[in-house]
Structures are given as C-alpha cells and as structure tokens.
C-alpha cells in the first residue's frame, strides 16, 4: 500500500468499510464509474485507458510524495473490494479547507447511495478534521442530483452557498450547491 507523506495515518475504518490510500489496481473500475457518471462531475469527456494511465503514473504517483499535495484521494473499500473513490481535492493548506470528492459504484447508486455517501463522509471526516485539523470541508455539485442533498444534510453539511446559473451543462445554464461542514460546530 502506498502512503501519503502529509498524513500520518493511512487506513481509516467504520465497521466493514474503510478508506485507504489510492490503489492503482482500481484505476480502471474508477474510470469505468467516472464515465458512467460523467453528467455530474466536472470532465468534460469520457476517460481512456490511455489518459487514467497517464493520471495515476503522473499526477497521483506525485501527491504521496508531498508534504501538501493539492489533492489526497482514497479507495473506499466493502469488505477489502474497492466500490468507490474519493478524498479531498482543491485543498487549501493555508486556510484549513476542501472539497469533498466521492463516487461510487454506479451499480449501487440506486438501493445505496444514501448509505455509502454517509459512510464515506464519516471516513473523511476523520482525515480532515482529526488528522489534518482542517476547519472546513464542503461539497462542489451541479443541482442535479436531489437525493446527494438530503443525504448531506442527514451527515450535517449546510447549504452554504448557490451560485445561480454558475455552468452550462447539456445547453442549459445550472445552479451549483456548496454544502459544507464545519470543526467543532
């Protein structure tokens, strides 16, 4: 298992589920999700076999080396298989906060997302707050996916911010939501 240079624990655990560094085994299921979910993430076309290659032996291999890398990404593990990704990225070392990235397997989307967004908060959490002592963590999303805000109110994040007709997807303009949770509030 590789280890990230700015964290001193690695493995970060909730009964069966846990979060451990990035594995570049999963590089391929990430891709594989990330294009099933492309309408809602910030890509602008699909991931090749080509591309997520030259992601994970250039820009992923480089932040477990980094005293403050810019991002700090995990595979979120059932049971020791890997069913989603995520971590913190755009990390502002200065002023304590980031955004929070997760998808999961589009399989599960459906009976568990719920479940596994609560979840993989919780893990998160753990890194942000106790391990690095950020003072804010948020969430980045385009308003289309109603379900992703009831299950971050469930774990505490607030309506923060809405920036109105912020992107343009699909021809039409969409509002994005920042939730965002707060240390010790």
């Given at each position: ?19 451990v ?117 948020f ?12 299950a ?34």
């Amino acid at each position: 298992m590789k280890v990230y240079k700015a964290l001193n624990k690695q493995t970060f655990t909730v009964g069966q589920y846990t979060i451990v560094p990035i594995r570049y085994e999963d590089r391929f299921e990430i891709m594989k999700w990330r294009n099933e979910q492309i309408y809602h993430l910030r890509q602008d076309k699909p991931l090749t076999i080509e591309t997520q290659e030259n992601y994970f032996n250039n820009v992923i291999s480089e932040l477990f080396k980094q005293d403050k890398p810019n991002q700090i990404l995990f595979s979120y593990m059932e049971n020791e298989v890997c069913i989603g990704y995520g971590g913190m990225v755009h990390i502002n070392w200065v002023d304590k906060n980031a955004e929070i990235s997760f998808i999961m397997n589009t399989d599960l989307e459906k009976e568990f997302f719920h479940n596994h967004w609560n979840l993989f908060l919780n893990l998160i959490e753990k890194v942000a707050f106790d391990e690095l002592n950020f003072h804010k963590i948020f969430v980045y999303a385009f308003d289309l996916r109603q379900h992703l805000y009831i299950a971050l109110k469930n774990s505490g994040y607030i309506e923060d911010a809405r920036l109105t007709e912020h992107c343009l997807i699909k021809d039409n303009f969409t509002d994005v939501l920042i939730y965002s949770k707060f240390h010790n509030l």
